[in-house]
């Protein structure tokens, strides 16, 4: 079975707030673009706060999501793309003037000038107006267009002395805290109280600036986290799905189905099953 390599590119304006409910990862890279508005950018435990014409590369299995800020009312392009669409027109070995990889491995925010804003969203519309028509070569002429793309990428990032940091103000230092706490005790019995008593704050206080500061309850964050792992346990390993339940932290086989189904749509039986499918599809030469 031949697999066609992927690519998708998509605008999109929202009026209301929007904010995504869980962390996903992509087995393709990602290039979110903001054209008006606000918004916070989840990646790997960290908030980003992004401003119109900011650039985000998120690489393939870092966990990301967008929330809210300001009023909501936000436009962005998003574009998906596998690796496979590009290799052809990439070279093998980077030549003497290439200061970074075309395709990066670790996610990054640009803050582009004015100038360079316009020249990206000339390319952005060139391969929306590209992708919803039926031209001879298209394929092609999209592939010419991603790798003009990425190569304009490549250049602000190298003109670009720091990369954009991410929000670390004292609240959401703590809220970090919290998290990376989360990360390494996910498989334990949590509660709110004992969260809240191991940080020295106010349980009141804990939930409303985790929330403020990741979109997130504190059970709802949690619940994510252990769903994200015990996914890579049904994909990797062939554990019963009662030890993935038990090593991922939750009190019963029939809680963890419930929040497994509520975050993935799949039960962990048939998540694992369809895991299987598709490495079989993509081994398959």
Known sequence: MIVTPRFAIEQALRTEPFSMSADHVHQAHEIYYLLAGERYYYINQRVYALQKGDLIWISKHDFHRTSNKGNGSHERILINFDEAFVATSMPDA????????????????????????????????????????????????????????????????????DTIAPERSEKQQRVYAVIEYLHAHYAERLTLDQLARHFYISSTYLCRIFKQTTGFTLIEYLQDVRVQQARAYLRETSWKVTAIAEKTGFDSIAHFGRVFKQCTGYTPLQYRKEQKKEQGNASTP
Do not use: N, V
Request: aromatic share 8%.
């Open 94 to 161: 980077p030549s003497s003037d290439q200061k970074q990889p075309l395709l990066p491995e670790k996610s990054f925010l640009l803050r582009p000038s004015t100038e360079e804003q316009r020249e990206l969203e000339h390319l952005f519309q060139q391969m929306l107006d590209e992708y919803h028509q039926d031209h001879a070569y298209r394929h092609m002429y999209l592939q010419s267009l991603l790798l003009q793309l990425l190569i304009r990428i490549g250049r602000i990032q190298s003109s670009t002395p």
